[in-house]
């Protein structure tokens, strides 16, 4: 059974850096084909996808947040993690990592339990 | 990118059977996948693809699709079945490949 498990600050000051990992257990981050996600939730508010990692280190990310995300991979330490760059009161939200697969039919599966990050000023 | 609208909120009498809808372009060439997500917990996938239901999820979850409309019935909804239900499926203009419904309250009376 895979498991995900998110890690990282939970309070980040407004204009500074975010910085989450999700740790994989019961499988190899590098085995297989899935993607690797990242879905953020504000309180009270839907689910934004923020971008995935293929398991050969490609990536995409949502074009709201390009210019300030990046996601990478630990395949060492069976993790994938979030940098999200200058980030505003408007990155507060529970940040969840996720698996998925390049099969258009496959749904999000496995999701960690969250990590709710609040952005200070 | 393209938009999944789903109603706010629905309600439903306990044993009663409750549809849940999910609007939008992507749904003409994907299946959605829907999520259960209740509070404090991370979402939970109830039904996905034509006709896919995973392990472990009650047999009165369903799905369906019809023109750029997918739905989520419940028969015989239970008390545990109050939760937020989230639809997604792939976005038809692929930046972001992703798109998320608006989410439904499901209140079981």
């Known amino acids: 059974q895979v498991q995900l498990q998110e890690s990282g600050p939970g309070l980040v000051k407004a204009s500074q850096t975010l910085s989450l990992t999700c740790t994989v257990s019961g499988g190899s981050i590098s085995s297989g084909s899935y993607y690797w996600n990242w879905i953020r939730q504000p309180a009270g508010k839907g689910l934004e996808w923020i971008g995935h990692i293929y398991t050969d280190g490609r990536t995409n990310y949502n074009p709201s947040l390009r210019s300030r995300v990046t996601i990478s991979l630990d395949t060492s330490e069976n993790q994938f993690s979030l940098r999200l760059t200058s980030v505003t009161a408007a990155d507060t939200a529970v940040y969840y990592c996720?698996?998925?697969?390049?099969?258009?039919?496959?749904?999000?599966?496995?999701w960690g339990q969250g990590t709710l990050v609040t952005v200070s000023s | 990118s393209s938009e999944l609208t789903q109603d706010p909120a629905v309600s439903v009498a306990l044993g009663q059977t409750v549809r849940i809808t999910c609007q939008g372009d992507?749904?003409?060439?994907?299946?959605a996948s829907w999520y259960q997500q209740k509070p404090g917990q991370a979402p939970v996938v109830v039904f996905y693809?034509?006709?896919k239901r995973p392990s472990g999820i009650p047999d009165r979850f369903s799905g369906s699709r019809s023109g750029n409309t997918a739905s989520l019935t419940i028969n015989g909804a239970q008390a545990e079945d109050e939760a937020d239900y989230y639809c997604n499926s792939r976005d038809i203009n692929g930046n972001p490949p992703y798109v998320f419904g608006t989410g439904t309250k499901v209140t079981v009376l």
């Open positions: 693809g034509k006709n």
């Open positions: 996720v698996r998925d697969s390049p099969q258009l039919v496959l749904p999000f599966d496995y």
């Open positions: 992507s749904l003409r060439i994907y299946y």
